[in-house]
Nanobody, 123 residues
Framework: VQLVESGGGSVQAGGSLRLSCAAS????????MAWFRQAPGKEREGIAS???????RYADSVKGRFTISQDRAKNTLYLQMNSLKPEDTAMYYC???????????????????WGQGTQVTVS
């Protein structure tokens, strides 16, 4: 199983970034997917999730600014991040969960597979 994030970087406040997560080694279509982030000294935070039917869920901290999407044909998950703030600075991870309830969860304990992360720095 592999989840490989990309697209992180440094951006000024108010800017945008698009993260990607390429998945392989498991049946992507039956898994819920999510984005998490973790800043130094803080707990890992679930920020956006999507279930197999396309239902999405967002943390209040990113609602209206971030959009989760996926291309099932490419087994790829995306996170479009707009109006970035310094407090969005963190390592961002994608994750996959084999669950079947709604709304799609944002707690890390539900997620089976994790990527290595991509750093986002907002100044």
């Amino acid at each position: 199983v592999q989840l490989v994030e990309s697209g992180g970087g440094s951006v000024q406040a108010g800017g945008s970034l698009r993260l990607s997560c390429a998945a392989s080694g498991f049946t992507y279509s039956v898994y819920y997917m999510a984005w998490f982030r973790q800043a130094p000294g803080k707990e890992r935070e679930g920020i956006a999730s999507v279930d197999t039917g396309g239902v999405t869920r967002y943390a209040d901290s990113v609602k209206g600014r971030f959009t989760i999407s996926q291309d099932r044909a490419k087994n790829t998950l995306y996170l479009q991040m707009n109006s970035l703030k310094p407090e969005d600075t963190a390592m961002y991870y994608c994750a996959a969960a084999l669950v079947c309830f709604r709304p799609p969860p944002l707690h890390p304990t539900h997620y089976n597979y994790w990527g290595q992360g991509t750093q986002v720095t907002v100044s």
